[in-house]
């Protein structure tokens, strides 16, 4: 079946340093990807996407590159911030008959330090 | 543009109770779907309506139960209330019912606590 596999956290940097979060995956067919955003106290914000191969979703400086000969759809950005401090989650989203299903991962715990 | 917005923000229940969540949909959204979020963990989908009926469902019982009004609002209803339900209830709103493309918006949540 489909699954969405992504690194564990918490994930501990300082200000300024390269950040990867990895997300693999397993799918049939031809699924969008996305990264989804929770902020301590809030619900979850879409932060970019991607819907076919080789598509790459960017947005506030993350990038991620929706990579089908690896299943993959690592999420990365050159410079992160304290306020980057959050939970992140990858989510695959297919088709299945007349219903959409998203499969999410586990999330990945980020804290930025000053 | 008006993006989701849910109510109350928090609840305390006692087990064995009956609580009903609301949800607001963005605009121009016809689709609510409500997920489970227990803390530390990721969202479980609990199930979806487009034009007001229940098109997708998660491995929930039927003490989950909902509604989607003619506006796209929404309502979450858990009955007989247990320990295990206390999280954080998220709705989320969509362009189309079945579009796999069109991304989720999610508004802040309820944070149910059983006691």
């Known amino acids: 079946g489909n699954s969405v596999t992504q690194m564990e956290g918490p994930v501990t940097l300082s200000e300024e340093a390269f950040l990867t979060i990895n997300c693999t995956y397993t799918?049939?067919?031809?699924?969008?990807l996305f990264w989804y955003v929770q902020y301590p106290g809030e619900g979850l914000q879409l932060l970019l996407k991607a819907t076919k191969a080789d598509d790459k979703g960017s947005n506030k400086g993350f990038e991620a590159t929706y990579r089908k000969e690896t299943t993959s759809f690592h999420l990365e950005k050159g410079s992160v911030q304290v306020s980057d401090s959050a939970v992140y989650f990858c989510?695959?989203?297919?088709?299945?008959?007349?219903?959409?299903?998203?499969?999410w991962g586990l999330g990945t715990s980020l804290a930025v330090n000053p | 543009e008006t993006g989701v917005t849910q109510s109350p923000t928090h609840l305390i229940k006692t087990r064995g109770q009956q609580v009903t969540l609301r949800c607001s949909s963005q605009s121009g959204h016809n689709t609510v779907s409500w997920y489970q979020q227990a803390l530390g963990q990721g969202p479980q989908f609990i199930f979806q309506y487009y034009r007001e009926e229940e098109n997708g469902r998660g491995n929930f019982p039927p003490r989950f139960s909902g509604l989607q009004f003619p506006n796209y609002s929404s309502e979450l209803n858990v009955n007989a209330l247990e320990l295990d339900d206390s999280a954080l209830y998220l709705c989320?709103?969509?362009?189309?019912?079945?579009?796999?493309?069109?991304?989720?918006?999610f508004g802040n949540g309820t944070r149910l606590t059983v006691t």
């Open positions: 989510a695959l989203s297919y088709n299945a008959g007349n219903n959409r299903k998203l499969i």
């Open positions: 989320a709103s969509s362009r189309t019912g079945s579009s796999y493309n069109s991304p989720l918006h």
């Open positions: 799918a049939t067919g031809y699924p969008s």
